[in-house]
DNA sequence: AATGAATGAGGATTCATTCAT
DNA sequence: TATGAATGAATCCTCATTCAT
């Protein structure tokens, strides 16, 4: 029993030549545009700077993404979808899966993550920004809750009746413990992840209210 | 005993007719920053705009603010004052100072804030774009972490060697609660608020590890 | 033989439509910068009187120019470019090329193109302001001192250990007896000019130092 | 016997203590567009700037200024009445004043000057570019060659039918040479210098044509 | 005489986006 | 599908100068 896929996209097969182009343009963009972000951030990014970087034309741009907003929420998608995939992964992977194991699995994977990849720190805390990835964001906050929330329900980790909205809150803070860590320090705080852990924990372990 | 001010700007007795002109134009143009900072973003704020609707010319604003920034920074500010202002009034007038009053009273100050201005709740999220903004968003919430720190040690309602660090934790966890709980509903989520008070107080109360 | 070409653009044959198009409007910019730098000088040009000249959006402006400088630096090119053509012609067409000859056949040429197109006179004038332009006038005239001396050198007209900086001397004061002559008048002074050839061929005849 | 006085300024005695301080404020003014003309150069001086690094208010300098190139105006007139007054020392120190040694003296003294005072370089050379300051020099230089041509004629240095316009052109042609001299060289190139020297002498020697 | 405040006009440059080809 | 060219609108900010006090 694993979290549910909160997030998805089907890419089978085979692709026509002129797709598979098409497709070595989106990457090459959605490429530059990270690497822009990380070294400028987001607010600075250019539709110019992105299609100039990636070797395509301007209005090529604009064949793949309607708007420039489009390609950060790209950026975004892939993401959550990493994210998803990696917590999805060390869920399953507990063995025994008190409430204090799955916060604490779950804060490790995105500390991982970030750690992996510092375009994600800059994209997630940066891009929110935007209305649009704001509300991607929160929404795929929103997802995350409710996936641990059944899992943790069916698990028994969670009482049963544990509210929805203790887990969402609970996965707001971690963001933000996340994001204080990370803010202090680019390899992320050790001690400030620890307490974060516990006070989350601690949190959801006492009875529900 | 209460909060030591964090943040203070003593403004006594009579202004020359030519100094309040122009105060009343620094005011203009406050006030035009907050009301579009709401109605679009930090982001979107513009010199052009801020001075059209401040009924000033562009280059009046140069006058007062070196660089646009130091509006939104100017906007910070008054806001901070403001809250340390009414924080120190709220602790120094709990009659029981226990951690969970503290954080409570903590809270419910800031919510009053929020729910008065709600200039206040965008300009605070969006405005930690801005590298001078986030650099001092940071820096007033640690300073409102050490007096919270010290006012607990003082009064006994935190233990006595709790870790700076906890409270600074404790003080960020409380601004995202904050900023969920705003986030969902533009009149501040009660349950979400009721409950981050007490993960937080809960978190605070722990044996210290 | 004559002198070396000191600055070329081979641009043969047809040209796309939306090339085409280009070219015009590269024009545009170019006559209009050339008669504004006429009525007003170098310094006070600016990139809307350009573009509202040329009937061009500013922003059109930067498609062809990188920056304002790159405008009059191209005008500057334009004329090097018709200068050293005439030069080449006028010295190759000497029968008997003595100093003086030469000296007398490079400044009457120029004497050409200044009083043919006044702008010439005020952009090699006033150009050199711009540290691009004056870097760019300076080695233009190291150019044609070499293209000179080799001239001078091969024909016999100049002794064949005259050393190149006498040469470089040479056209430093032509240039400038030439402003003169054109600063009194806007046709040129023709007795200064005689005088100032007499000057100049009289320095480089003298035995070498 | 020497150069007659070309440019003067008569300062007796006393002033009324509110003249005094307007004196100073005027000093400071000058030596502040100097400072900042060297710096950046005279296209680059703003009033704002002069009047802050002078610690005046932008206001008062509109008090002994009535526009801001009058300020650059007035540089140009400090440095020329230093020049003159060198010029008309150096000449009337020298014990046989052959054509050749007039000449020598004059840009001798001259390339003191520019050796001392760096400043006076680049506003000689730039500050030609605004009307007033370019006609200024130019009016300064026909001074200059007048005075020459008045004392090489009464002494004898000069064939009594030379022509002022001779001398005009010499003078013309040494400000070239010196800024030639100058422009590869901060010192002021020497061998360039020498040649200026003899090509100028050359030329005021031969039979008048 | 002195000056803090005020400002209209303009500075260069960039932007996201569209469109004809 | 792909793209070079085009652009209206906007960006922040600076300027020399004036004027009320």
Known sequence: MGLARVNGESSTGRRAPAQQRSREKV????TAARELIVASGVEALSTRAVAERAGVPVASLYQYFAHKQDVVLALVEQDTQEMDRRLAEAVAALERPT?????RAT???VVGLYRERPAFVVIWCQGRMS????EYTRAHN???AEALHAFGVDSGALP???PLSSVRLAVETADRVLEFAFEKDLAGDD???REGIEMIAGYLERPTP
């Open 27 to 30: 990457r090459a963009i959605l």
């Open 99 to 103: 409430v204090r194991a799955v916060v």
């Open 107 to 109: 804060v490790e994977t």
């Open 131 to 134: 209305p649009a990835v704001l």
């Open 142 to 144: 929103g997802r995350i």
């Open 160 to 162: 049963p009746d544990t």
């Open 191 to 193: 001690q400030v992840l």
